[in-house]
């Protein structure tokens, strides 16, 4: 039953059995921060229990709300094009997201990506806990600064620590990366250069695996 307004969060709807079958299934009904009123469904992590890298975004995007899945838009395509150069096959990969609900803003007919705030990251953490908990990753990559703050707090800096081992015990191995999104919000000219630069810490990643 959900506690108070004050404390509710995903740990009200985490499921007794510890499978992500049973994790997607509950995670689909959550209710534990106001953003499942604004996304059209909740987008759970995609990949195999098995997985020995695990990739931590933000939230999902406008197409992956219509589409149920993380990373399948403009961000998912330049992820994807990134771990092909970096010679990281998908298959072998889980990828989710620290927040699992769109959030938005209408701009017109768009809907504009906001982002999640302290308290929701909080509130959607059990879910990413216990991703981690059943995939049990060798290896976690985060990928931008809302990843790393849900995991390992606001003080983080993601740019500081770009292929390098992060002390952690979430994992074996921890680092983390920008997002990819910000290589397309970024400068055109700059694209080519930021691109070069990720796929060059996906270079380490693979090395870790
Ligand atoms: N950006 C993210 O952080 N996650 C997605 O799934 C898509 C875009
Ligand atoms: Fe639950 Fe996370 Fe969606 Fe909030 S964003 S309702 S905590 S799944």
Redesign the pocket.
Known sequence: MARSRATV??TD?LPEELSLAALREA?AD???????QL?TQ?VFGEGAESASVMFVGE?PGDQEDRAGKPFVGPAGQLLDKALVEAGIDRSTTYVTNA???F?WQARGKRRIHQK?NSA?IT??R??LEAELAVVRPHVLVLLGAVAAQSLLGREFRVTQNRRKLIESDLAEAVTATIHPSAILRGEPERREAEFDAFVDDLRFVAGLL
């Open positions: 969060s995903a709807f995670a959550c209710k534990g921060c106001t953003l499942w996304g909740t939230q927040v699992k609900h959030k999640p929701e509130a959607c059990p879910w």
